[in-house]
């Protein structure tokens, strides 16, 4: 028999031969766990496949991934050759499917897993590093697997550490996958993504996007949404732009004040941006050619080649004393309204924060050094408003108390 598994493109790369290390991380509703499931039953279907699902804790069968595989098995019409048991899954060709918690496992009862073909971590966020050192070379049958699905929480986090740093072991794809990624992301669930991006970016960039959590006693900005909405043709445009080039990006923003509140339309980011590019990066933002554009003064020699290709009103930041500090207390005494297509200037402020003591884990009163290139650029971009804000009339009008008799 012939069965045909539409599998979306992004989880192709692990697919590919002789791989040791396959791992999917990002946000709800993209599709991890399915990919694994189907790809399970595709296995077992070609050939003898033996696979545990583990987990850190594991108290019952409902915790883990075998009602998913239970699904798909009927939904590819193959229940015929499958044996769902209470407490495993027997397939065809001898395959087995087991579910098992890595926390009950010691070092000599983990020995039992030795010939098995295959390990699916799922939520492997929660898996210990202890767990992690106990499975990893128990799966060691030749051409033996590890599958890796999960949530991230913290960079620090075992399984990121090991699959998602600079140096991950030979065999390894990973590839990061979010709903926007899922064809068939269902519309009871985009409900609950749109409802948690209006109301809760943080929780929205972490379940939905899948970044990793923050803590938000130090976030810098809680004043801020994600929205759609359409420009206001009066609206008078500010731009402002931070330069990059080999690890910073060059980054140029839109944005319009109204009332209280702060909306961005349009981002322009870029890393390893050549000046020579700079111009056409920047005419990807409507209308920038047009409008006054606030820039970084650190690179005069950019500010001049950009006034000479097509944009003659950009000028240079007036920098000084506490402009950071008081640019920033700006920015926050605003609702800010976000576009969902200014994804990087989404990503900063989710994740700018003050700087945390590492002996006391208190948070400190000064601002991070990172995750800041477009917040800089929108800096810049409403500095005209805010020192128009600050400036006192030479001549102040004071109320006099009068009595008039007659």
């Given at each position: 028999m012939e069965l045909e598994i539409k599998t979306p493109r992004v989880f192709l790369p692990l697919l590919t031969e002789n791989l040791r290390y396959l791992g999917a991380h990002g946000g709800r509703g993209s599709g991890k766990s399915h990919f694994f499931a189907e790809h399970a039953i595709e296995r077992a279907?070609?050939?003898?496949?033996?696979?545990?699902?583990?987990?850190?804790?594991?108290?019952?069968?409902?915790?883990?991934?075998?009602?998913l595989l239970e699904t798909k098995i009927e939904e590819f019409g193959v229940g015929h050759l499958f044996d769902c048991q209470q407490a495993r899954i027997i397939g065809p060709n001898g395959s087995l499917f087991i579910f098992q918690g890595m926390?009950?496992?010691?070092?000599?009862?983990?020995?039992?897993?030795?010939?098995?073909?295959?390990?699916?971590?799922?939520?492997?966020?929660?898996l210990s590093q202890r767990s992690?050192?106990?499975?990893?070379?128990?799966?060691?049958?030749?051409?033996?697997?590890?599958w890796a699905s999960w949530n991230p929480k913290a960079a620090t986090d075992p399984i990121d550490v090991l699959l998602r740093s600079d140096d991950p072991p030979p065999g390894t794809v990973v590839v990061e996958?979010?709903?926007?990624?899922?064809?068939?992301?269902?519309?009871?669930?985009?409900?609950?993504?749109?409802?948690?991006?209006?109301?809760?970016?943080?929780?929205?960039?972490?379940?939905?996007?899948?970044?990793?959590?923050?803590?938000?006693?130090?976030?810098?900005?809680?004043?801020?949404?994600?929205?759609?909405?359409?420009?206001?043709?009066?609206?008078?445009?500010?731009?402002?732009?931070?330069?990059?080039?080999?690890v910073d990006p060059t980054t140029l923003v839109r944005c319009y004040i109204t009332g209280r509140k702060l909306y961005i339309d349009y981002e322009a980011y870029r890393v390893g941006c050549e000046i020579?590019?700079?111009?056409?990066?920047?005419?990807?933002?409507?209308?920038?050619?047009?409008?006054?554009?606030?820039?970084?003064?650190?690179?005069?020699?950019?500010?001049?080649?950009?006034?000479?290709?097509?944009?003659?009103?950009?000028?240079s930041a007036v920098k000084g004393a506490k402009s950071l500090e008081d640019g920033v207390s700006w920015l926050q005494s605003f609702d800010i309204i976000v576009h969902p297509r200014c994804t990087h200037t989404i990503d900063e402020l989710t994740h700018y924060s003050y700087k945390v003591d590492?002996?006391?884990?208190?948070?400190?009163?000064?601002?991070?050094?990172?995750?800041?290139?477009?917040?800089?650029?929108?800096?810049?971009?409403c500095e005209g408003a805010r020192r128009a804000q600050n400036v006192s009339p030479i001549v102040q009008v004071r109320p006099v108390s009068m009595k008039v008799g007659w």
């Open positions: 279907l070609i050939g003898k496949f033996h696979l545990v699902c583990v987990r850190e804790v594991q108290k019952t069968l409902d915790q883990s991934v075998k009602k926390q009950d496992h010691t070092a000599d009862s983990i020995k039992s897993l030795e010939g098995f073909d295959a390990a699916w971590i799922e939520e492997a966020q929660s992690l050192d106990l499975l990893r070379p128990t799966i060691r049958k030749p051409g033996s697997q590890i996958v979010n709903w926007r990624d899922n064809p068939m992301f269902p519309d009871v669930l985009r409900e609950e993504m749109e409802y948690d991006r209006g109301r809760d970016p943080d929780k929205y960039a972490h379940v939905w996007e899948g970044k990793y959590l923050q803590r938000s006693d130090s976030k810098v900005f809680k004043n801020w949404s994600i929205q759609e909405f359409d420009t206001d043709p009066h609206a008078v445009l500010r731009f402002g732009a931070d330069w990059g080039f080999s020579t590019d700079t111009p056409a990066l920047f005419m990807s933002v409507l209308e920038s050619e047009k409008w006054p554009i606030t820039a970084d003064s650190a690179r005069p020699e950019t500010i001049s080649h950009m006034r000479k290709n097509g944009f003659p009103k950009i000028m590492p002996l006391t884990d208190k948070v400190l009163p000064q601002l991070g050094d990172k995750d800041n290139h477009v917040i800089d650029a929108l800096r810049y971009a």
